[in-house]
């Protein structure tokens, strides 16, 4: 199966729902940063609400997730856009903390329970929408239906989950966000916290092989107005820009350079890619500002 994701409503277009899953896109992220096992959840879990997000979104429209806690693991970052494109890195990636309580992950523990989660939204106006909640649990789930409820007024459940196996791969990685509109009647509402209380995680419900859309089935019997989407990890860093980041450090900075090392090594913080320039290309480009 292929990382997609599905936005479709529910019980008279009084419920709005997202399902993914991200196993690859995580995996990919993981590969990239050498990212440790709880790091990688918490990677994970950020990059798939981020994808989910971004499909709530149109056009060229985008969303940063920020997730400033006080755990080791440090800052984590997530962008993703309405085309499915998602791309993330973590300050720290070498965290790997012993299971928690439950015998799982401890994200929480890596993430911290102290700190921020920022949403910046890229709508296309002149400012950018800013939205942040403080941490409530580090779990990261809890933590954006916290952000619905408050920051965009919109009761949700959100759901997120990775699975990493022994090798450090990620196995299983998605999740789902059920969002209430306005109209629900309150048997609906409760049969849907029944079916929330009683659903399988993530992580399970793609082990037994289900689709994006069973995850929904699991919650709405059925579904409208179904739409896919594919995801993939996408960074939009190139030589071009990384040259235009070093024309725009000034004459002074890139004759420091050309003076010392005679070369400079830039690395794209959410793809890991490198570049590098030899003295002469940095004297070309000296030049450019030059000319």
Excluded: W
Excluded at 24 to 41: C, G, K, Q, S, Y
């Amino acid at each position: 199966m292929k990382d997609y994701l599905v936005r479709a409503t529910g019980l008279g277009g009084n419920v709005r729902l997202f399902a993914a899953r991200t196993t690859d896109l995580v995996e990919e992220l993981r590969r990239r940063h050498d990212i440790f096992p709880t790091a990688a959840a918490a990677m994970g879990r950020t990059a798939t609400a981020a994808a989910m997000m971004g499909a709530m979104l149109k056009g060229e429209e985008k969303v940063t997730i920020q997730v400033k806690g006080n755990g080791p693991i440090g800052q984590i970052v997530a962008d993703a856009n309405a085309k499915g494109e998602v791309r993330g890195y973590v300050n720290n990636p070498h965290v790997h903390l012993p299971s928690n309580a439950a015998g799982k992950l401890d994200v929480a523990g890596a993430v911290g329970t102290d700190g921020f989660i920022y949403v910046i939204k890229d709508l296309g106006l002149r400012e950018p929408y800013r939205g942040s909640i403080p941490i409530v649990s580090g779990e990261l789930a809890e933590d954006f239906t916290y952000y619905f409820a408050k920051s965009e007024q919109t009761p949700s459940a959100v759901s997120l989950g990775v699975l990493v196996e022994a090798d450090n791969s990620v196995k299983n990685a998605g999740g789902f966000i059920l969002q209430l509109l306005p109209g629900l009647s309150e048997e609906d509402i409760e049969g849907l916290e029944r079916k929330l209380a009683n659903i399988p995680s993530v992580t399970a419900m793609l082990e037994r092989g289900l689709t994006p859309e069973d995850m929904l089935k699991e919650l709405v019997d059925t579904l409208s107005s179904v739409e896919r989407m594919d995801l993939k990890f996408q960074c939009f860093c190139s030589r071009e820009r990384v040259e235009n980041t070093l024309v725009s450090l000034g004459k002074d900075e890139l004759n420091a350079l050309i003076e010392g090392d005679g070369q400079a090594e830039v690395v794209c913080h959410f793809c890991n890619e490198k570049y590098a320039f030899d003295r002469s290309e940095l004297i070309a480009l000296r030049g450019r500002m030059e000319g």
